[in-house]
């Protein structure tokens, strides 16, 4: 028996999940947002559960250096496989850690990072507390910590959609939903997230939508569509009242 939660779903998450139309806009937009608070490189990054390294590794390719850490050998191992196929450059400046998000602080041997990310991780979690107060404590003064959660308010959309109407009834009291890989997931909400960092001296900066539109169908794009969609997204991400509509939200504050 494996302790590695991921150990049979690394491969549908990285070569399923992320290679979807909806996969690939998520990490379009996630990026766009991203260079647009992050200081200039080489700055420093920390990727906390970040799996394959689809979101960090393209800050790698432009300059930052990069530390990528995650509790699944599984996922390391998938990233490490990915990590290969890069420039020499790219690799030199990326390093990959195996151990607890919760732990980070630790981990990378009490480091202050310029930014910390954490995309996709605190749905799988009970609490989110812990690993909110590790962020904070790996982000440097004025360093940025950047969250991609499930988002509360949206639950019932999903199911409406897909004629599930009981479950959709539910969906308006429920705190959760189970995922695509299968698995529960816990949602949150922007005002409650924004406290949670707060209360770890992290203000607040600015929130975005991810997944409205792509999120809601089933597409099978070419390279010209998709990018007609990421740009539609991204555009929606942005804006009221479509970004609180989302399936997901990405949050950024400042420590």
């Known amino acids: 028996m494996t302790d590695d939660a991921w150990a049979t779903l690394a491969d549908p998450f990285v070569k399923g999940a992320y290679?979807?139309?909806k996969g690939r806009v998520r990490t379009y937009v996630l990026h766009q947002h991203l260079v647009a608070h992050l200081p200039p490189p080489?700055?420093?990054?920390l990727d906390v559960g970040g799996g394959a390294g689809h979101q960090s590794f393209p800050l790698a390719r432009l300059g930052y250096e990069v530390v990528l850490l995650d509790s699944s050998e599984a996922m390391l191992s998938a990233a490490e496989e990915r990590l290969a196929a890069e420039p020499q450059d790219?690799?030199?400046r990326v390093r990959l850690v195996h151990g607890r998000g919760e732990d980070a602080h630790s981990v990378t041997g009490g480091r202050r990072f310029d930014a910390v990310l954490c995309h996709g991780v605190l749905m799988y979690l009970d609490d989110p507390?812990?690993?909110?107060?590790?962020?904070s404590a790996c982000a440097a003064r004025d360093g940025l910590v950047s969250i991609l959660a499930l988002n509360a308010d949206t639950l019932a959309v999903r199911p409406a959609l897909e004629h599930r109407w009981q479950d959709a009834?539910?969906?308006?009291?429920?705190?959760?939903?189970?995922?695509?890989l299968g698995l529960e997931t816990r949602a949150d909400t922007v005002d409650g997230l924004s406290r949670l960092l707060a209360d770890h001296g992290v203000t607040p900066l600015a929130w975005y939508?991810?997944?409205l539109f792509s999120d809601w169908m089933t597409l099978d794009a070419d390279?010209?569509?998709l990018a007609r969609?990421?740009?539609v997204e991204l555009e929606a991400s942005r804006r009221d009242p479509y970004r609180r509509l989302s399936r997901v939200f990405h949050l950024l504050a400042r420590r």
């Open 90 to 92: 790219v690799r030199d």
């Open 42 to 45: 080489p700055a420093a990054v």
């Open 19 to 21: 290679a979807t139309v």
């Open 129 to 135: 507390a812990p690993m909110v107060e590790a962020l």
């Open 223 to 225: 390279d010209a569509e």
């Open 229 to 231: 969609i990421a740009e």
């Open 209 to 211: 939508g991810v997944w």
């Open 169 to 180: 009834l539910a969906a308006f009291e429920a705190h959760g939903e189970r995922g695509v």
